[in-house]
């Protein structure tokens, strides 16, 4: 019984150290990449990463922004491109770090304003305005750092509704948006902070919409009829078709996924979210790629039809307009 | 024995406290749909006995459950008003009832997911049923 006993210890032991010593993306998660763009952009990019927090106020409501970039932005060569982040409703930059860190790894600049309202996008167009200040202070780490002319959106639920609307009404500013878990216009409360149809159909610019495939209820894929835009679908049928789109669900993910690690349903059933955030990381990673940094074979990856997300394993309901 | 004494005194006070829990009048009693219990309805049910009627200038500040408090808080809108409030009794974070807002001013149904904190308003779609649909015991916590 005691040998028993011992070799179950000894057992657990090592399985917990073989665990801890192994990296994140070597473990086995959900939704892990299949093809060569998507395993290049799942995983950390080459860049070291920190994190600042303004000292003041970054937007019109109050709130302060955190950015997220390459720790060598200093003596980097080349400015840099940047994504505006916009949370989702009651959240902050802290429930996405994962994401965010991940995008700077990669060499994106991302301000997130810490509002946690921020559908209508304008304090996400405020923290756009925020790096504007800081490029042409001297006193700034981000002092002509910032590439303006390749600069994204992207949000989370609430927020990516806020992403889309900063692009829209960016004046061309912002030339992408990643859109995680747009919801239906059933849940914008009032109606305008959300994306509304005449936004979308007047716009301009490039947009992937990603959504979970667990996430029927918030973002679900198809709808059943009416005129309001309730799903991924009837906002990717109502981009207009002179934008560059694309659209994807990932497989088992729920609404809130993009803000947890694996085995985040564990102790988080009641946070919508069971698989983590990883399987989040490749293919949205490799359109900000395609379109600010002019990866053209992430690009090709969105090809219609033939393009490699259109064989990933981990997502299905895929569409895209791109040639 | 003085000990005997107060434990008899308490059970006494105990029994009388249930008893009347038990006898007290209340007000009718709403009917819940299936699964659901009312929290408290936005506004005042009516009642045949008489009240004091408040002055045109009192403004008395209505009382509102967590949840109401909540779910107007999401809203954004001081002259949003719920009525009708229910939640699931195996899943108390959701809820479901009726709202208006000043600039949309007929009540219409909506369901709260109080862990999201997100609220989805009928607009008289499918989508809207399959959504309304989580409001019953049972069903598949989002």
Known sequence: MKRLSRAICTTLVSATALAVAQPAAAQSVPNAPTGPVETQYYANGPFATTTTRSTAACDSKGNQCDVFYPANIASSTTRLPLVVWANGTASTPDNYTIWLKHLASWGFVVVATRDQQTGYGNTALDSLAYMQAQDINPASPFYQRIDFAHVGAAGHSQGASGAANAMFHSGGVIKTTVTFELPNQNWCNPADNCLLTPTLTGGSGSIFYVSGTADSLIAPDTQSGGTQLNSQTAYYNATPAGMLKAKGLLKGANHNDVTGTPGCGLLGFLKACANGVYGYLGFPTAWLAWQLKGDATAGAAFKNGTGEFFTATAWQGRVSNIP | ?142
């Open chain 2, 1 to 142: 024995m003085p000990v005997r004494r107060i434990v008899l005194l308490m059970f006494g006070v105990a029994a009388a406290a249930i008893a009347a829990l038990i006898v007290w009048p209340r007000s009718a009693p709403q009917v819940p749909e299936a699964g659901t219990v009312i929290i408290r309805p936005a506004a005042s049910a009516a009642s045949s006995a008489p009240a004091p009627v408040p002055e045109p200038s009192a403004s008395v500040p209505p009382q509102h459950s967590a949840v109401e408090t909540a779910i107007l808080a999401s809203i954004g809108d001081p002259r949003a008003e719920l009525r009708d409030v229910v939640t699931r009794r195996d899943a108390p974070q959701i809820a479901c009832g009726e709202k208006r807002t000043a600039r949309d001013p007929v009540f219409r149904r909506f369901v709260w997911l109080g862990h999201l904190k997100m609220l989805a308003t009928d607009d008289g779609s499918p989508d809207f049923g399959t959504i309304a649909a989580v409001c019953r015991e049972g069903q598949p916590v989002p």
